[in-house]
């Protein structure tokens, strides 16, 4: 179904299952054999939601090598391998934040991140994640059925990203007086180009000197390769189809111009580097993309105010 303005899901529908699908290839990524992460939550997380297709990757039923095809420009394998280096980018980009002294994180578009459960928190550190309130319900309750306990103080606000979160954020707690780790890690290609720029703009009224941010960068299409865009990823749908899971995730994305997420954040005041997926899958010991396997165009982007 397309978007519209006002759309919700929950983990199993629309925007909520890519987050399942990224907890899925975490999972498979924890599993690997030389792993580049361990996400002991990711697996019990996917088979709580109960997409079937999902938890079939998610404890090994089906592995991605059954999934292999010589047409698809990113097998399952690549995807969890760029997973885990962005899960570990992410997860460094806390650890050096929190060196620096700062002790609030927002997690925005937190999905079914478990940081604020598996992360070595300094013992004052306050962690807010910012989902859609179902996403949000749905995973603080399955944890806490789970028997896990946050390893900072947790304070999850369920609010869409399109309207006033930061009203919500401000009534959970969140004080802008105070340097803030911030990190949007799969989100912007899920927000319209507009949307990203008030969200950046949001982010930077509410940054006190010495906060942080990092963000997954989409690049920008322009118009006349939407369709190539498009077509690969339903490509990647139509093959999971088969496995009986029907979502079209080019249907959820909006394409289009959108500004360079380091660009606009120099112009509002941060300093930033940027670097593409491939120096992330290099520096965490894993092999580079292809160029024309989709994913090598995404750029991480650490900024500081
Ligand atoms: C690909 S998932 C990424 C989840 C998580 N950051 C991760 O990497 O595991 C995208 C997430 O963005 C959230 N999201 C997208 N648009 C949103 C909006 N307008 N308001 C709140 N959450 C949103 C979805 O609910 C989903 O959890």
């Not at 105070?178 to 930077?204: S, V």
């Amino acid at each position: 179904m397309p978007r519209t303005d006002g759309d919700t899901w929950d983990l199993a529908s629309s925007v909520g299952a890519t987050a399942t699908m990224v907890a899925a290839a975490r999972a498979v990524a924890s599993r690997a054999r030389n792993p580049v992460i361990d996400d002991p939550y990711a697996a019990p997380l996917v088979l709580a939601v109960g997409v079937d297709f999902f938890t079939k990757l998610a404890t090994g039923e089906l592995s991605p090598e059954d999934l292999h095809s010589n047409d698809s420009p990113v097998g399952i394998r690549r995807f969890a391998d760029g997973m885990a280096a962005r899960t570990r980018f992410f997860d460094d980009f806390f650890a050096d934040a929190t060196t620096t002294g700062i002790r609030q994180a927002v997690i925005l578009a937190s999905g079914l991140d478990a940081r604020a459960y598996r992360l070595n928190w300094p013992q004052d550190m306050v962690v807010f994640e910012i989902d859609q309130a179902e996403v949000i319900e749905f995973k603080t309750t399955t944890l806490a059925g789970l028997g896990a306990t946050p390893s900072a103080e947790l304070r999850p606000v369920g609010v869409d990203l399109r309207h006033d979160w930061p009203a919500a954020l401000a009534d959970a707690g969140f004080d802008a007086a105070k340097p803030t780790a911030w990190i949007a890690e799969g989100l912007f290609g899920y927000l319209p180009p507009d949307a990203q720029d008030r969200l950046l703009d949001r982010i930077t009224e509410l940054s006190a000197e010495g906060s942080r941010l990092a963000a997954e960068g989409v690049p920008p299409h322009r118009a006349e390769d939407d369709e190539q865009v498009r077509n690969r990823m339903q490509s990647n749908s139509g093959r999971w189809r088969d496995h009986g899971f029907d979502i079209d995730f080019s249907e959820l994305v909006f394409l289009g111009d959108r500004a360079e997420v380091a660009d606009y954040l120099q112009g509002h005041g941060w300093r930033t580097t940027s670097a593409p997926a491939n120096d992330l899958l290099v520096r965490y010991g894993m092999a580079p993309l292809d160029d024309d396997e989709g994913f090598a165009e995404i750029r991480y982007i650490t900024a500081v105010r």
